[in-house]
């Protein structure tokens, strides 16, 4: 293949940091610069629903799990305790089981979704919300999604069809060009977007390898445009945390949605630059915007 740190931030103590560009976009995601009190008097929780789990994080380090199978009717209740890891600014969770067992987590969050990945390959999702917010929170389908370039090593192709897959690691878009990718485009087609927003998770995610998200670039500025309807650029933060961008405008089945890589974080060692998994989101507007952990 071609430092996050929160101060005293257990990961999910989220406080969404509302950053405006010069075309009043807002992008939410993790403040990691805010140091947060702990008021003992109020209890802060953030759940996380989807249809397979409820996943609670309580009081700043301790967690609730509840995990339902429908096709059986099995339901199983964990509880525990976590701590947080930062390596090469990938956020991993060592989580300690009441039952004495214990397991370290990847995770993307921000104040709507989050999508946490175990050694084993398993993952949990879920949503702020409700299971029905699930719903309208999706990939772009694989076939419908095509880029300037990409990059294709004899034994991957970083494809943007790769940006279609949730719940997975070690499965970025990267660009192919000579350089750091500026300029390089993503284009998203022939699906609609009413009250829409995009939740993209930068870099290189990897589990085993947490160092290959510095090492390849990361964009730092992109610009989102539909022709004829809106043009605007965002600065990004270096997190492959989730960032929330509402669109200005629909988005209807002749749009064009393009991606535009101006600007990026270099790496340390590869030139190419990665983005991780793009969700979309529509009816964005029904939920609130949480602010989280806000003292």
């Not at 071609?2 to 403040?31: G, H, Q, W």
């Not at 600014?89 to 999508?115: P, Q, R």
């Not at 299971?131 to 309208?136: G, K, L, S, W």
């Not at 997190?239 to 991606?259: N, V």
């Amino acid at each position: 293949m071609k430092s996050i740190y929160f101060l005293l931030l257990p990961v999910l103590l989220f406080n969404l940091a509302c950053r405006k560009t010069d075309n009043n976009v807002k992008v939410e995601s993790f403040d990691e610069s805010t140091e947060h009190s702990i008021n003992n008097d109020k209890r802060k929780t953030i759940k996380y629903i989807s249809w397979k789990n409820v996943l609670w994080f309580n009081n700043y380090e301790t967690f609730t799990l509840h995990t339902y199978d429908r096709m059986t009717g099995e339901e199983a209740e964990y509880n525990g305790s976590y701590t947080l890891e930062i390596s090469d600014n990938i956020t991993f969770l060592n989580v300690h089981f009441d039952n004495g067992s214990d397991e370290k987590w990847l995770i993307l969050a921000n104040g709507t979704l989050c999508d946490i990945y175990k050694s084993d390959g398993k993952s949990i999702h879920g949503v702020t919300g409700s299971v029905n917010r699930d719903e309208n929170i999706w990939n772009w389908p694989t076939n419908l999604i095509s880029a300037s370039s990409y990059l294709q090593e004899s034994n991957f192709s970083y494809s943007p069809s790769n940006l279609s897959v949730g719940y997975k690691t070690d499965n970025p878009w990267a660009e192919g060009v000579n350089g750091d990718g500026v300029n390089e485009k993503i284009y998203f087609k022939k699906r609609a977007l009413i009250n829409g927003a995009m939740h993209i998770s930068i870099g290189y995610v990897s589990y085993d390898k947490p160092y290959l998200y510095n090492q390849n670039s990361r964009p730092k500025k992109i610009k989102l445009s539909v022709e004829n309807k809106f043009s605007i650029i965002v600065d990004l933060k270096d997190t492959p945390h989730y960032q929330e961008i509402k669109f200005p405008s629909d988005i209807i089945m002749d749009d064009i949605l393009i991606l535009e890589i101006l600007d990026v974080y270099p790496g340390t060692k590869y030139e190419d630059t990665c983005i991780n998994t793009v969700y979309f989101e529509m009816n964005s507007g029904f939920y609130e915007i949480n602010q989280y952990w806000d003292d």
